[in-house]
């Protein structure tokens, strides 16, 4: 099995807009009967201690995901987590 094409997608996405004939092209490569692939969902947070320790999640419920096998969440959390965010959205505006 391989990944998803999230590019692919994005390009058929784009191509619906505007050239229908087109996105069906693209669209035969994401046929999966003709070429198997796995979809794997995720979310992802950056949550400063404090919030995390205030926030329960055991409680997130994703039993009515359409994807719930191939389901992760991944977060990051850790003292002065905002200020990290803060400086990395600084030094992303200055470069551009």
């Given at each position: 099995?391989?990944?998803?094409?999230?590019?692919?997608n994005a390009i058929k996405q784009r191509l619906l807009r505007n050239d229908r004939a087109a996105a069906k092209r693209v669209q035969r490569f994401q046929n999966h009967n003709d070429r198997p692939f796995r979809r794997v969902n995720a979310a992802g947070a950056v949550l400063d201690q404090k919030v995390f320790d205030s926030v329960d999640f055991t409680t997130t419920l994703a039993k009515h995901h359409p994807n719930i096998k191939n389901l992760r969440l991944l977060i990051i959390r850790g003292t002065s987590m905002m200020d990290l965010v803060r400086t990395l959205y600084d030094r992303a505006a200055n470069e551009a």
């Open positions: 099995m391989t990944r998803e094409a999230m590019s692919l």
